[in-house]
């Protein structure tokens, strides 16, 4: 992770187009078989995409999504975050589908970053990680503060750390202890402080963005997922 230049992390812009792609699904129980779904994108950001399928895709579906730019094809590989009937509030058909991209193959990297920049994106994406919406509490014991304690929120997760709402801000390189409390079972994990940021809009809550890395390494990508889906996070934000 890098520190955000003049200390505040904007979200990622969504840019509204239309460009022909094509959405392939993996059959699980059936070896071999796929589906093919040809569509329209509705928006686009660096984190994923919005697209209108005939039919509706169970959320955590795997896909791969081809992208026709004016560069050339650019083959991603995506997951379905949530889907919504927008038919009776659009009078079009078709039902929309959030995906966020799991993995860029290396090979499709310079295109997909010439389709972002073409739309306006100002900065290749430099995220090594995929981050997602996760809304718990917080509780973090700070190293070298004897035993001191601050509660915040967390506000998302990848497989490498989390991202944490804290009252006060935390320098880089600030190691913690951390229990998250989630629905579940309570998460607890060792991280350093890799970046902060003030909130550019104060709220009344938690003043300061940290970005947490998490110091025994990278969970498991199932691992992540599986918290995700257990928190309900993705019905949220039909963006």
């Known amino acids: 992770m890098m520190a ?7 979200p990622s812009p969504r840019f509204l187009v239309a460009l022909p792609a094509k959405v392939t699904v993996a059959d699980h129980p059936v070896p071999g078989a796929h589906r093919v779904f040809t569509a329209v994108t509705a928006n686009i950001s660096d984190g994923g995409m919005a697209l209108d399928l005939q039919e509706a895709l169970p959320p955590w579906t795997p896909v791969e999504v081809q992208v026709e730019a004016a560069g050339g094809t650019v083959v991603l590989e995506a997951v379905v975050l949530w889907h919504e009937d927008l038919s009776r509030l659009r009078g079009s058909s078709g039902i929309r589908h959030g995906f966020m991209l799991s993995q860029i193959p290396p090979g499709a990297r310079q295109g ?25 509490r917080a509780v973090c014991a700070l190293e070298g503060r004897g035993g001191a304690h601050l509660e915040g929120r967390v506000e998302n997760v990848s497989c490498g750390g989390l991202g944490l709402l804290l009252p006060e801000r935390l320098p880089a390189g600030t190691g913690l202890e951390l229990e ?9 994990m060792a991280g350093r402080v890799v970046w902060s940021s003030p909130l550019p809009v104060r709220t009344g809550g938690p003043a300061f963005r940290h970005g947490v890395e998490r110091e025994a390494g990278d969970w498991p990508h199932d691992f992540v997922l599986d918290m995700y ?6 019905r949220v934000g039909l963006g």
């Open 4 to 10: 955000p230049e003049g200390g505040v992390r904007e």
């Open 112 to 136: 997909w970053d010439g389709l972002l920049k073409g739309l306006g994106h100002v900065t290749p994406s430099t995220r090594r990680h995929t981050r997602f919406p996760l809304d718990a």
């Open 180 to 188: 998250v409390l989630t629905r579940g079972e309570h998460l607890r």
């Open 229 to 234: 889906l257990q928190e309900g996070q993705w």
